[in-house]
């Protein structure tokens, strides 16, 4: 489905497709840390999809937990996060996490999944009933 974006301040606007049957909760402690929250929620998205209709994305790199190195987008201006993606280069077709905070259609993207379930909070009980992954 198409869905519409736009950060805290309103300075980043974008629409993209997400598909909500792929909607996963990350317990990574860099979601932790980056969200300043208990976990995060995410959808893929492909970087074709992804249109960007006013401001400029910044980009912090980072190396995952994974090992990856990532990219990850947000408004600096508000601090939003965006979208988190691989780093990119010539014909490489990208992925775009998706922060499903940052959509109007947020409602509608129920986590189907989790990743790095070996640091999730032990309070977090919410999604015991989803099939899970201990890392990646
Ligand atoms: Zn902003
Ligand atoms: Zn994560």
Redesign the pocket.
């Known amino acids: 489905m198409r869905v519409h974006g736009s950060c805290h301040c309103g300075y980043i606007t974008f629409t993209s497709e997400g598909d909500p049957e792929r909607t996963v909760v990350?317990?990574?402690?860099?979601?932790?840390v980056?969200s300043g929250g208990p976990?995060?929620s995410?959808v893929p998205s492909d970087e074709a999809a992804f249109e960007l209709l006013t401001g400029e994305l910044s980009i912090y790199h980072k190396v995952?937990?994974s090992g990856n190195a990532r990219e990850l987008a947000f408004c600096n201006q508000c601090g939003s996060h965006i979208y988190?993606t691989s780093k990119g280069g010539e014909g490489i077709a990208r992925s775009f996490g998706l922060r499903t905070g940052v959509l109007a259609e947020v409602a509608e993207f129920v986590p189907m999944f989790q990743?790095?379930c070996d640091s999730r909070l032990p309070w977090v009980t919410e999604f015991n009933a989803l099939p899970g992954k201990p890392k990646q």
């Open positions: 990350c317990h990574c402690r860099d979601c932790q980056m976990y995060r995410i995952g937990d988190a990743v790095w």
